[in-house]
């Protein structure tokens, strides 16, 4: 019963153009999502979240989009930079909070001097 | 102002044999959470804790897996007769209360159960 899904395992984008990674869920009570980035060897670290709330949230490089209707968000990247090469994992909670995350399989970016 | 210490960073297990995975939570955070990925999949909830309390474990194995998080001391998960099954990576991640908006994860013990 996967309730977030990455159904991208791997993505290979041109540096200094846009990355765009996708997450779909399916349960309807699912109201903070968060993305987190992983490199080899190392614990996740949090990038960016969204309320259900908001339909998009920005900073910096990275926005997060969100389509409740449609029960899928995505992360945008821009530009793409070397360093951003990593597993990115897409997380959902239903409490507005983040004792309890179901995280996505993970999509692998790699980007492409 | 140091992370989420785990460790140790590799353990190798015998099957049958017993680990102990150990985690220090920032500096601060008195609330644990322990996940557990297996190869090529996501992270999955396991515990979550405060010192002294098991708040929930709705994502513990029934059987053989026990965490606990006491008042001066790290965190322990405890897997008793390990099997091949078991073989994953399991992360520690801490916040200074409930209700935070972001984890901050350790960089995992890696159990390989032989």
């Known amino acids: 019963d996967q309730q977030v899904k990455q159904n991208s395992p791997s993505l290979s984008v041109q540096e200094g153009r846009i990355s765009i990674l996708n997450c779909d869920y399916t349960n309807s009570m699912f109201d903070y999502f968060l993305w987190y980035k992983k490199y080899p060897a190392e614990g996740p670290t949090f990038l960016i979240s969204i309320s259900s709330i908001k339909d998009k949230n920005e900073d910096g490089r990275f926005t997060v989009f969100l389509n409740k209707s449609a029960k899928h968000l995505s992360l945008h990247i821009v530009p793409s930079q070397p360093g951003d090469s990593a597993v990115y994992f897409c997380?959902?909670?239903?409490?507005?909070?983040?004792?309890?995350?179901?995280f996505g399989q993970g999509t692998r970016l790699t980007i492409n001097p | 102002n140091a992370g989420v210490m785990q460790n140790p960073r590799h353990l190798v297990r015998r099957r049958g044999q017993e680990a102990r995975l150990r985690c220090s939570p920032m500096k601060g955070h008195s609330h644990v959470y322990w996940y557990r990925q297996l190869p090529e999949e996501g992270l999955k909830f396991m515990v979550y804790?405060?010192?002294?309390?098991?708040?929930?474990e709705s994502g513990m194995p029934k059987e053989r897996f026990s965490a606990e998080f006491p008042k001066e001391g790290p965190s322990i998960l405890r897997i008793q007769q390990v099997v091949r099954g078991d073989s994953a990576a399991y992360f520690c991640?801490?916040?200074?209360?409930?209700?935070?908006?972001?984890?901050?994860f350790g960089s995992g013990t890696q159990l390989s159960v032989l």
């Open positions: 804790l405060q010192k002294e309390n098991i708040i929930d």
């Open positions: 991640a801490s916040s200074p209360q409930a209700g935070l908006e972001k984890l901050f």
């Open positions: 997380a959902a909670s239903a409490n507005q909070g983040a004792q309890k995350l179901v």
